[in-house]
């Protein structure tokens, strides 16, 4: 059995659109939510978040969860911009 692994920015959609579903609803974008609707391994997602909060597509940001602290991201507006474009390419190259 072959293993097919998603290219890169298949992946770095994957994350934007978790960020966007989980912003748009009174939600927040935890890291694990993130993790799970990406369907990526928690070393790799440190990896992406690290790619995209460097490049300015996403921003982290501090919350509150009931009483507990917690991080969570947004796309920032360079962000939303690239989403669109991510999208197009994977649409073009991938028929997606």
Do not use: P
Request: with cysteine; net charge positive.
């Amino acid at each position: 059995m072959e293993i097919e692994y998603r290219a890169s920015n298949k992946i770095i959609l994957n994350i934007m659109e978790c960020i966007i579903k989980k912003s748009t609803s009174t939600n927040k974008a935890l890291k694990t939510h993130i993790i799970q609707c990406a369907n990526l391994k928690a070393e790799m997602a440190d990896k992406y978040f690290a790619i995209l909060k460097e490049a300015g597509y996403i921003v982290e940001k501090e919350g509150t969860w009931g009483k507990r602290k917690v991080i969570y991201y947004e796309l920032t507006e360079k962000g939303v911009e690239r989403y669109k474009w991510f999208f197009q390419i994977n649409k073009e190259l991938y028929g997606v």
